[in-house]
């Protein structure tokens, strides 16, 4: 009878284990720290061309915003991306074999296809950047946006400088930590 009694609990024992371990399984295969691999892209393209030569742009911090529903219009002060579908005010100039300019969307003029950027985002990051060794800091929303057909990582500054109240209130709501 005892036999029987921990042969059943061995069972479920290990029917509770083994959901378990394939569940801790996939959240180590997918849940990876840090930006996701098209944020850290295009956030590495912002780098590039906000860069002085001579300087780097570091990141300070990088918090993911637990509301990017929040995220408005209102609260970007100037887009920066690849402007292939979305339209956006600053253009990375595509160039494959080595860095590329930065154009304003008024120079090119208007592109067929772009479209305005869909609000909300439905993913968004909060990053403190600052060129090495400075003390001053400027923060960026990596913000995804995305509409039926395509899905693109935009990088907003900001209308509001850190240290204001209206800056505060922006980073409560997106639910970033004060970086």
């Known amino acids: 009878m005892s036999r029987t009694i921990l042969n059943r609990l061995i069972l479920v024992i290990l029917a509770a284990l083994v959901p378990c371990a394939i569940l801790v399984a996939w959240a180590a295969l997918t849940l990876q720290p840090g930006l996701p ?9 912002y780098r590039l061309y906000r860069t002085r030569p ?11 915003a ?5 995220f408005t219009p209102g609260m970007s002060g100037g887009t920066y991306g690849d402007g292939t579908y979305f339209d956006v ?11 590329a300019s930065l154009t304003a969307a008024a120079a090119r ?11 909300p985002p439905t993913d968004a990051w909060c990053v403190v950047l600052a060129p090495s060794g400075a003390q ?8 995804l946006h995305e509409d039926t057909w395509v ?3 935009i990088v907003h500054e900001l209308a509001e400088a850190p ?17």
């Open 37 to 45: 691999s098209g944020a850290q892209t295009s956030l590495d393209r």
């Open 54 to 64: 001579g300087e780097d742009l570091e990141v300070r911090a990088a918090v993911r």
């Open 66 to 70: 637990w509301y990017p529903s929040e």
């Open 89 to 99: 005010q600053h253009v990375y100039d595509a160039v494959d074999d080595g860095p």
């Open 109 to 119: 003029g208007s592109r067929s296809g772009s479209r305005p950027l869909p609000y």
């Open 136 to 143: 001053s800091t400027r923060v960026v929303v990596l913000a």
């Open 151 to 153: 899905a693109a990582w």
């Open 163 to 179: 240290g204001t109240a209206e800056f505060a209130a922006g980073m409560e709501r997106l639910g970033c930590a004060t970086p």
